[in-house]
Structures are given as C-alpha cells and as structure tokens.
C-alpha cells in the first residue's frame, strides 16, 4: 500500500522564523513528488519534484528531494502571516498512465504576528 | 478564464437521499479526479478518468458514484450508501502525465 507521512502535523511560529516540514514516502512505481498549499479552498500548487538533490526555489519558499532516502523538505524562510495555512505532500504514482496522487496528512502551519 | 468550477460551494443531504456534485473544466484536460478531505486525515482519492467514457475507482470509492460522458464534465454522486459523507470535496484536472494536478474550489457536504 502506497503511503506518504507528513511531520510535524502542526507548527506554530512568528513573523521572521524559518520552518522546514518535512515529508517520507514507501510507494511503488514513483513519478514525482508535489508540494502544494492549502488556504480556505483549492490546493494551489507549488513544486513539483522529479530528480534528487536539485533544489526548487520560489521566493522565500525552497524544497529538494532525496530518493535514495525516500523523503522530501519544504523550507520556508522569514515566515510572514501570509504563509499560514496547510501545506499538502503528495506522490504522483503514475507508471505510464496519468497515474493518481497519495497525499499526506498536511501539516497545520500557523504564522503568528 | 480557464479554470475548475465546482458547484455547489455548500450541500445539505437528508438521510437516504443521493446527492450530485458539479465538476466542470475548460481547460482541455483528459484526467479528471475526485479527492474527499476531513480533517487531520489530507485527501483521499475516490474516482479517476483519464479519458471520456471512462473512470476507474480510488481507494475510498464505496458509496460513491461517477460518470463521464464529455471531456469537461465529471459529476460525483455521493449515494445513500455511504454513511459518513460529511466532509470537503475536491475536483482535479490534469493536462498530461507529466503536470501537477489542479484543483477546484470545492465543496462543503453536510448531513442534515
């Protein structure tokens, strides 16, 4: 059975601190690995996370995956109230089809002033 | 503007009723997907099409039902038989096997 584990399930920081959350994986037939946030609605995409070791940057926002290991860290530096939200680990286990998504559990990000 | 249009935004079921939730794209996708979120829990895939006239079930697919008889259109049909529906629902939308998932804006089913 495919499975992705997100750590910690929730965080509690202020404005300025820097976080990592953390995602592991045991699936079968590995694609990529998806990073998205979650506000009140839709997931909005992030990264998306093929080969080990090359990091994806986005502003304050940076992740990298490790294959050989198995996981993936998403980083966000100078956290700002904005960044509050949940962030949504997913495998994309395709093989040669379109394939389906495994998502964590997400971890609960709250950014206090 | 392309985009997922789920409706509606809110559902209320009473007992022993089935219920269809709207999901449309005009984004020329060919995989379309149908997640259920509760809380603490991330998404969970019901059912998935890849092509017209074509689904096949997700991991939690029991008490659920879907079609898909045009490229833009995939309706979930949360039927009587499943006893726990309360919860967030997703719609996706993929453009090839090698691009992330999108996702509508979904909706919030309750039981009466």
């Known amino acids: 059975e495919d499975k992705v584990v997100q750590s910690p399930l929730s965080l509690v920081v202020h404005e300025g601190d820097t976080v990592t959350l953390n995602c592991s994986y045991e699936?079968?037939?590995?694609?990529?690995l998806l990073w998205y946030k979650q506000e009140k609605k839709a997931p909005t995409f992030l990264f998306m996370l093929?080969?080990?070791?090359i990091e994806k940057k986005s502003g304050r926002l940076s992740s990298i995956l490790d294959k050989k290991e198995l996981f993936s860290i998403l980083n966000i530096t100078a956290t700002q109230t904005g960044d509050s939200a949940i962030y949504l680990c997913a495998v994309d286990v395709g093989g040669t089809s379109y394939g389906k998504l495994t998502f964590g559990q997400g971890t609960i990000l709250t950014v206090h002033p | 503007d392309g985009g997922i249009t789920q409706s509606p935004k809110y559902l209320f079921r009473k007992e022993g009723q089935n219920v269809t939730l709207s999901c449309e794209q005009n984004?020329?996708?060919?995989?379309m997907y149908w997640y259920r979120q509760d809380p603490g829990q991330g998404l969970r895939l019901i059912y998935y099409s890849q092509i017209v006239n074509d689904f096949q079930k997700g991991d939690i697919a029991e008490g659920y039902s879907v079609s898909r008889e045009k490229k833009e259109s995939f309706p979930l049909t949360v039927t009587s038989a499943q006893k726990n529906p309360t919860a967030f629902y997703l719609c996706a939308s993929r453009d090839t096997p090698n691009q992330p998932q999108h996702f509508g804006d979904g909706t919030r089913l309750s039981i009466l």
């Open positions: 093929t080969s080990s070791g």
């Open positions: 699936v079968t037939n590995f694609r990529s």
């Open positions: 984004l020329n996708h060919d995989a």
